[in-house]
Nanobody, 114 residues
Framework: QVQLVESGGGLVQPGGSLKLSCAVS????????AGWYRQAPGKEREWVAG??????HYLNSVKGRFTISRDNANNIVYLQMNSLKPEDTAVYYC?????????WGQGTQVTVSS
């Protein structure tokens, strides 16, 4: 069974940085694609960043500030977030896909506030 455990969220001041991690466990699981969504209070969940092979894509509002990366040997997905803004406050969810299925993490809270 595939499980995703996220970590790295917390409270940070505007302009600060956080690095989210998403550790994927599951016998024989191999990440084909991965990414992050977020959901702010009272808003719909929105896609933030995605990675497939060496190709990455980002939500326009986070381009140049967020970086998605993967440790394929250890099945970990990261989201480095720099120059954080209050509007980045949300619960962040990671997802991974293999050839047939998609799996989600439980979410980690990111709060950007002074």
């Amino acid at each position: 069974q595939v499980q995703l455990v996220e970590s790295g969220g917390g409270l940070v001041q505007p302009g600060g940085s956080l690095k989210l991690s998403c550790a994927v466990s599951g016998s024989g699981f191999s990440i084909v694609a991965a990414g992050w969504y977020r959901q702010a209070p009272g808003k719909e969940r929105e896609w933030v960043a995605g990675s497939r092979g060496v190709i990455t894509h980002y939500l326009n509002s986070v381009k140049g500030r967020f970086t998605i990366s993967r440790d394929n040997a250890n099945n970990i997905v990261y989201l480095q977030m720099n120059s954080l803004k209050p509007e980045d406050t949300a619960v962040y969810y990671c997802y991974v896909k293999d050839l047939s299925s998609e799996y989600w993490g439980q979410g980690t809270q990111v709060t950007v506030s002074s």
